[in-house]
């Protein structure tokens, strides 16, 4: 037999677990209460208590409080956490203890007498010590939603031998023939955003919340189970198991939960996410082909479109849509290589620019293809920069991750912040190359002259030397003049100039075009350039050139 401490200042909730709680089919012969943290401590001093139920909002010493000092004084309690959605922010403490269950308010009789007898069956194990093999068992049941989550992670990845592994299937309830799996992938777009403003940069207390979410509104019509991808954060899957139904009547009820988890998890959190759900098969090694087609669907929706909460079932492989093939990057890269290379970010930008607006002007651009696009995006870089000089450890070759390592955001809701987040990568290889190139070749101020021979027909600023070249607009300007007797933008006047006689003489070019051909915005700003600066117009120098 058993005692019980109920730790909790909201006296309607100690009598709730009180009236819901089986506690003689469970074994236990007596239950306690304590109104808050100090009280209950004084009563684990006083008496020999078997499990603690501890809420974790409390005054004088809130839960997060009392499992540090229970964790450190007595260690062999059991304890099961008391939350309301709004208080994952407490639960930092809970998560890494080790509490046997987790309880979301209000508390109802189903799931409260499953964690009690999840508890109870721990306490029955822990008092059987003679027994090697018992041991065992209680440390696999105190690591349970552990071990389950990686039984489905390796049906997922299709590394679960069913054979070799079959003493696994009941955890999971593949043992039942009247079961039926599907599979929720929820991605979290804005992850970064809210993990910073909602959970103090705490990633795996993000995910427990929003699991416990999915867990809680799910239940309603499934079993649900749901975990933190392992290999991708912004992941997070969920496993709905239902007993028995047709598959149509199941796809009809996840899609209409998932869209509510997807409202509640906004509502709650700021998070917005997209879902997709896979078709249902009572074969519990289908979850892989479930758990493919969810994804697929994510993939599929268009961020052009894109709306918060989009939840969309997913299809098997063999009856998906073609899919479209988008414009690459790969065909501009060497344009924005001569950019960069010759200091002109805004000139690359421009050319990324002119690629996101065939994109926008496309029948669709997915979240799949912005995934894509990126990856491509980072590997060209990466590329065009070990090539130029720059060290290895100051790319991120880690995709995504490596973009976080260099202070770089990857949420994307939209495709304006994808738009800016691809510039934001330009900006960074940019800046990288211009360091290496600095670093690697010495300043020649002949370069500076070098490029307006070359260029003259660009909009030409002395800016994107300074930029280049890491050097002051003011000292770059004297450089120039005492080396070449001219300012940069007299230099480049200069060189118009002469190039706009050369092209006059040729009686076979128009006078637009020959604007056009030295970078002026119109023909009247061309021909009024000239005569500033020859005191002719353009017609009078090639009328007075031919008849001289």
Known sequence: MYKVLII???????EAIRILGDWKGLGVEEVLEATDGKIGLAMLAEQRIDLAMVDMKMPELNGMELLQIIERDYPELLTIVISGYNDFEYTRQAIRSKVVDYLLK???????NQSLRKAVDLLDAKR????EFINRNITLNMSLPRLKEKIYQSIIERSFKSKTNEAFLPLIGADDPGNRFTVAVFRILNLEQVRKRRFHEDTDLLHFAAANVINEIAGDHFGAFSFASPKQEREMISILTMKGGYPEDIAYRSIHQMNKVAATL????????????????ADAMDIASSYEAAKG???????????????????DKTHAPAAKDNPSLTSRMMMIRSALESGSIQNAKTVLGDFVKKWRASDGFSLGDADRTIHEFIILLNDMALEL????????????????AIG???????????????????????????????VNQPFDVGDIKSYI???????????MFAEKYFLSREYLMKLFKQQFGYGIHEYVQKVRMDKAKELLDDPGLKIQDISEMLGYKDKNYFSKAFRNYYSVSPTEYRAGSSNG
Do not use: W
Not at 128 to 131: A, N
């Open 8 to 14: 909790d200042d909201e006296e309607p909730l100690r």
């Open 106 to 112: 209000p508390v109802n009789r189903i799931d409260l």
């Open 128 to 131: 059987k010590k003679d027994s």
């Open 266 to 281: 906004g509502d709650l959190f700021g998070l917005i996410v997209v879902a997709g759900i896979g078709p249902s098969s």
């Open 297 to 315: 669907a994510i993939g599929g929706i268009d961020l052009l479109k894109l709306k918060s909460g989009a939840v969309l079932a997913g299809v």
């Open 389 to 404: 000089g720059v060290q290895q450890e100051r790319l991120p070759m880690g995709g995504l991750s490596g973009l976080r």
């Open 408 to 438: 770089l955001s990857t949420d994307f809701a939209a495709m304006d912040a994808f738009d800016k987040l691809l510039c934001d990568i330009l900006d960074y290889y940019s800046a990288e190359m211009r360091k290496s190139q600095t």
């Open 453 to 463: 021979d070359n260029h003259y027909f660009e909009d030409i600023k002395i800016s």
